[in-house]
């Protein structure tokens, strides 16, 4: 691939290949796509296949299948009707290396920041990824954005202890916006965008926890997407400092971030709950619901802490010292 392509994150890229293969005909009307097998196809996780599939989904190119998965939408011949789709193996290149960074530099600092503050060293971040200190500096202001990093007096990027008081203090403030953000914006949300991420918990609870899944899809559908649709945006905006909660949750297999699978699998059950009373219009039940949702996971919260109590902070990296 060349000129804006290369410019294209890998869920636009699956986007495109997959929306010419409708156009042109290679995926006939009634054929079944499903997020594993663009995944395998393409060389890329689950998480853009799935981010293209909705896409396509939303310009009704394809539409969400009686069961996993959709269809190619239009006038299905019988002898390719619900059959699987045949995918040519195209693999997409790797992202950009500010992008294959970030998961690294987060992972490091979240784990570190649970045993004290830190402070980020530009230079030796630059050094040890092998990027220019522009990168790092774009790194760390979407790490701002979210609330993971800030400046001190002196301009330095630290991260500050993360403590039950500070994600308790962040928890309060979701459960008692968040079912009120829903309250206004389900009025706002369509069918089909329930319905389909209804489809990704489903399908994230299928045969849980398995390879590729991928948490961020699932959080940010409730948690961002569907409460977007809020018209009060001072609200929303107060939201938006409570994000570095979600940042653990992506990885579930770390020592120190994790909890325990059973509890992950409870949230998504959670999920799946409000979705299904958004999608019966029992809206103040779908909120109250999302309150009980937030403060449960509260005490998951707790639960790293617990377990960050019984181990040590390993080998800090190079480009962060404790303060």
Excluded at 21 to 28: E, P, Q, T, V, Y
Excluded at 125 to 145: G, I
Excluded at 229 to 250: D, G, H, K, M, S
Aim: glycine letters at 4%; charged letters at 25%.
């Amino acid at each position: 691939m060349s000129g804006l392509t290369d410019k294209l994150s890998l869920q636009d890229r699956a986007f495109h290949l997959l929306k010419t293969m409708i156009d042109d005909g290679r995926l006939a009307p009634g054929e079944k796509l499903l997020e594993a097998h663009v995944s395998k196809a393409f060389g890329i996780s689950r998480s853009p296949a799935r981010h293209a599939l909705r896409r396509l989904c939303e310009q009704k190119l394809i539409q969400a299948g009686q069961g996993r998965g959709y269809t190619v939408a239009g006038h299905a011949d019988a002898p390719r009707a619900a059959q699987h789709a045949t995918l040519a193996t195209i693999k997409i290149p790797p992202v950009a290396r500010w992008e294959s960074m970030y998961d690294q530099l987060e992972q490091a600092i979240c784990t570190s920041a649970l045993f004290s503050a830190v402070r980020i060293i530009e230079d030796r971040v630059a050094t040890h990824f092998n990027v220019s200190r522009t990168v790092v500096r774009e790194v760390l202001a979407r790490m701002h954005s979210v609330g993971l990093v800030n400046k001190d007096a002196l301009g330095r990027w630290i991260a500050a202890q993360v403590t039950p008081e500070k994600t308790h203090h962040l928890y309060e403030i979701r459960w008692l916006l968040e079912p009120q953000a829903l309250l206004q914006a389900a009025p706002r949300v369509t069918e089909s965008i329930l319905r389909q991420a209804r489809e990704t918990v489903v399908q994230s609870l299928d045969g849980f926890p398995r390879e590729g899944f991928d948490t961020d899809v699932v959080e940010n559908d409730l948690h961002v997407r569907l409460l977007s649709f809020c018209p009060n945006v001072e609200i929303l905006q107060v939201l938006a400092r409570t994000r570095i909660l979600f940042v653990p949750t992506r990885y579930l297999f770390d020592p120190v971030l994790h909890i325990p699978l059973s509890l992950i699998e409870d949230a998504l059950k959670e999920h799946l709950h409000i979705y299904d009373l958004l999608l019966r219009r029992q809206t103040p039940a779908a909120a109250e619901a999302l309150r009980t949702h937030l403060q449960r996971a509260d005490d998951r919260w707790l639960r790293r802490f617990n377990s960050a109590e019984h181990l040590t902070n390993g080998a800090i990296p190079p480009y962060l010292m404790p303060l």
